[in-house]
């Protein structure tokens, strides 16, 4: 199987700071036929189901602020909240869906 | 609007069966795949298993295989997951989600869930 793991395990950041978290496979996740990452980002907030944010590694889904952003190739990603709100503390997920069983990476818990 | 309706929490003993329910609408279900989302007690998400509903194709995680059943009843858009025999461990909220396109793919809508506590 595939192994995400995210970093950190949690993080604190001020309202209208940068929050930055690391995805890491340990294996490629590119796609050569296609040459799309197969990476997407979720959000979970208390009592909620996962809610997705970003699919190919950095396209944001219809509906998501722009501050969230997702970047990375092959092995290594990031997801940026460009100026932290309130509304985004959540536990953030990456999930690879290059192959099954699909994996999450244990989740990033973001607080104020 | 495309919508998954899972079905009421549930509290079993170790050892009962149990069926849930995922209700698709808003779409036509032949044409996403669905899987389950395991979600243990302050834990994060695993991935179970999921059913390709135009012919009723499954795949499941190894830590799962024989241990639940994915179904699917196209008639009612409604996908199933079922225990024979309900352990302690399987104490977790369960969430279905659809596949956003092929059978490689992120899920662009999930249900709310459903909490099944098992118990003596």
């Known amino acids: 199987d595939i192994v995400m793991t995210q970093s950190p395990d949690s993080l604190a950041v001020s309202l209208g700071e940068r929050a930055t978290i690391h995805c890491k496979s340990s294996?490629?996740?590119?796609?050569?036929?296609?040459?799309?990452?197969?990476l997407a980002w979720y959000q979970q907030k208390p009592g909620q189901p996962p809610n997705l944010l970003i699919y190919w590694a950095s396209t944001r889904e219809s509906g998501v602020p722009d501050r969230f952003n997702g970047s990375g190739s092959g092995t290594d990603f990031t997801l940026t909240i460009s100026s932290l709100q309130a509304e985004d503390v959540a536990v953030y997920y990456c999930q690879q869906y290059y192959t099954t069983p699909y994996i999450f990476g244990q989740g990033t818990k973001v607080e104020i | 609007e495309v919508q998954l309706v899972q079905s009421g929490a549930e509290v079993k003993k170790p050892g009962e069966s149990l069926r849930i329910s995922c209700k698709a609408s808003?779409?036509?279900?032949?044409?996403?795949?669905i899987s389950w989302v395991r979600q243990m007690p302050g834990k994060g998400l695993e991935w179970m298993g999921r059913i390709d509903p135009d012919d009723s194709y499954t795949n499941y995680r190894p830590s799962f295989q024989g241990h639940v059943t994915i179904s699917v009843d196209k008639s009612i858009n409604t996908v199933y997951l079922q225990w024979s025999s309900l352990k302690g461990s399987d104490t977790a909220i369960y969430y279905c989600a659809r596949g956003a396109g092929g059978s490689l793919y992120y899920f662009d809508y999930w249900g709310q869930g459903t909490l099944v506590t098992v118990s003596s």
């Open positions: 808003g779409y036509k279900i032949p044409d996403y795949w």
């Open positions: 294996q490629s996740v590119l796609y050569s036929s296609d040459k799309k990452n197969y």
